[in-house]
């Protein structure tokens, strides 16, 4: 268990770390982390990849509310917008969860591979988001949010990777699009991970201290770690060169997508 919970807690400090770098949600590195460090243990293939994305999402939980608060304190979360988007993200949390559960393994793992690979690319060609003047109807916030919050519970993120070019092209300053965005990751953490928990209750191939798809000792492990190195991560992104730690994450992404195709 001492060995487990290590690996737990350096998971914690290496998503911390990058995604204080490197300005992404975490869930990119813990899914990926989490399905090599449950392969270790032996647990069945079948389950590992819903365990890893639902306990994601769960650590998100506590490592959003905290960036949200800060947010919030510097006046970046555009409370108009959150509402408006609110509605969807709760819902389609909970749908992208339950596409999820009805899911193999190895089709989701593919999912994330290619998803993980179109971010790379992304990433790689420096595509920032688009500028746009005003911000759509409620109607279409409400769907942007539903799709937003099923693709990022289907995939264990907090959707900052969606919904900041979504809030720029809706006229949002980086700054508020990204205190926004944090906010918004709240809600498909909460509802993704419940959902989670539902779905994968009383699984038999489940490992001991787990609720569901959601591993508590990996989760404590993980937000122990991950929240004091993001600051650190943050600090580094200050004194390295922008365009090598781009490229250079860029290029741990895709290895890190083939590696779930191949």
Request: charged residues 5%.
């Amino acid at each position: 268990m001492l060995s487990i919970m290590a690996g737990y807690l350096a998971i914690g400090v290496l998503a911390g770390t990058l995604a204080g770098v490197f300005g992404v949600g975490g869930g990119l590195i813990i899914v990926p982390s989490l399905v090599f460090a449950f392969g270790l243990q032996g647990i069945d293939p079948a389950v590992v990849m819903h365990l890893a994305v639902g306990t994601s999402l769960a650590t998100i939980v506590v490592t959003g509310a905290s960036s949200t608060w800060g947010h919030v304190q510097k006046g970046g979360v555009r409370r108009g917008w959150f509402l408006a988007l609110l509605p969807g993200l709760m819902l389609g949390a909970v749908a992208g969860v339950c596409v999820a559960g009805n899911l193999s393994g190895g089709s989701l793992g593919t999912l994330f591979g290619l998803f993980v690979i179109l971010v790379a690319g992304k990433m790689a060609l420096g595509l920032g988001p688009k500028l746009g003047a005003a911000a759509p109807g409620r109607l279409a916030m409400g769907a942007a949010g539903g799709v937003i919050g099923a693709v990022s519970a289907l995939f264990g993120i907090g959707g900052g990777t969606l919904t900041v070019p979504w809030l720029s092209r809706c006229g949002a300053r980086m700054t508020d699009a990204v205190g926004t965005s944090a906010a918004c990751g709240l809600p498909i953490a909460i509802f993704g991970a419940m959902t989670f928990i539902v779905v994968g209750w009383g699984n038999p191939e489940l490992p001991p201290w787990s609720t569901g798809f959601v591993s508590w000792p990996a989760f404590l492990g993980i937000v122990l770690t991950s929240v004091p190195f993001a600051r650190l991560g943050v600090r580094l992104a200050h004194v390295l060169p922008a365009h090598v730690l781009r490229l250079a994450f860029a290029t741990l992404l895709a290895g890190v997508g083939l590696r779930f195709l191949l």
